[in-house]
Nanobody, 125 residues
Framework: QVQLVESGGGLVQAGGSLRLSCAAS????????MGWFRQAPGKAREFVAR????????SYADSVKGRFTISKDNAKNTVYLQINSLKVEDTAVYYC??????????????????WGQGTQVTVSE
């Protein structure tokens, strides 16, 4: 089992940047594919980005491609989400998640086994 704690959210103006962190504890961090999801008020949780266990494979939702960057530091047991050129529509609670299967997870939330508590990102105009 792995425990996940997100940090780095906050209030930022449109066009600004944030770096979200997700610190993991418990089992070997490098055993997990990691993902970031977000949930805006009144909307379903949606996939944002995912990264493979080694950090060598990454993919993004079309809505964030070119603006968001996911990275993973297995030595620090941490996954990051660098968010640039923020838009008002990026406002949401951002969650990190871990998938224990050795298979590359699909983008659905059901593919992930462990979740953090979330960190709020609010983008003002």
């Amino acid at each position: 089992q792995v425990q996940l704690v997100e940090s780095g959210g906050g209030l930022v103006q449109a066009g600004g940047s944030l770096r979200l962190s997700c610190a993991a504890s418990g089992r070997t961090f490098s055993d997990y594919h990691m993902g970031w999801f977000r949930q805006a008020p009144g909307k379903a949780r949606e996939f944002v980005a995912r990264i493979s266990r080694s950090g060598s494979v990454k993919s993004y939702a079309d809505s964030v491609k070119g603006r968001f960057t996911i990275s993973k530091d297995n030595a620090k047991n941490t996954v990051y989400l660098q968010i640039n050129s923020l838009k008002v529509e990026d406002t949401a609670v951002y969650y990190c998640a871990a998938a224990r299967s050795s298979l590359w997870p699909a983008v659905g939330a059901e593919e992930y086994d462990y979740w953090g508590q979330g960190t709020q990102v609010t983008v003002s105009e």
